[in-house]
């Protein structure tokens, strides 16, 4: 798998440094930015496959960073930042970031956390995830244009609800999707009873979908903020 181009944007210089070395050893080639400024202009003239964004920068919120980008831009965005809130957190994920990673971090979860997205890059250029009419993850298979999921073989009875669950899911894979995006794009809203009856759809579509519900494979749960669809290998 050839290493992405990262755009490192931290104007802390220790945690800059340990990024920047980090991928040095581990020959990840990257850019660095220390201010919003500079890392838009960067974003927009090197064209980096994935952003590593702290929110605390001196000239702007990260969060409106992320904003900026997405209306250009669907490229990957980690944020890593010391804002350890839920609420933090669903902003930047709402604002279109892909992950969120929080301070402090170890490098062995910074490399997991780039190698899952490069993951994610890889199956969407191959398989064009978007636009392809038939979704493929491990035993599990959804057929956009016939309207229908399997897994290992086996057609899923669905409700319609559970289906557009799984629809949404797949065509994020691993991509944290928050509990307001989720029900704006199911109910076209997202009030605290929505967010409720969520959690009640995601759980029976769970007991349909994941051969071992003590240990799920397919949805990977982030408390208080959402839900993702891992890949399956």
Known sequence: MNKPLILVVED???VRNLITTTLRTNDYRYLVAANGETALLEASSHNPEIVLLDLGLPDMDGVEIIRKIRTWSNLPI????ARSEDTDKIEALDAGADDYLTKPFSVEELLARLRATQ???SYMNTESVASSSVFVNGKLRVDYAGGCAWLDGQELHLTPIEYKLLCLLSRNVGKVLTHTYLTQNIWGRSWDNDVASLRVF?????KKLEPTPDSPQYIQTHIGVGYRMLKVE
Request: charged letters at 25%.
């Open 12 to 14: 802390d210089p220790p």
């Open 78 to 81: 980690i944020v890593i930042s």
């Open 119 to 121: 993951r994610r890059l």
């Open 202 to 206: 995601m759980a029976t579509l769970r």
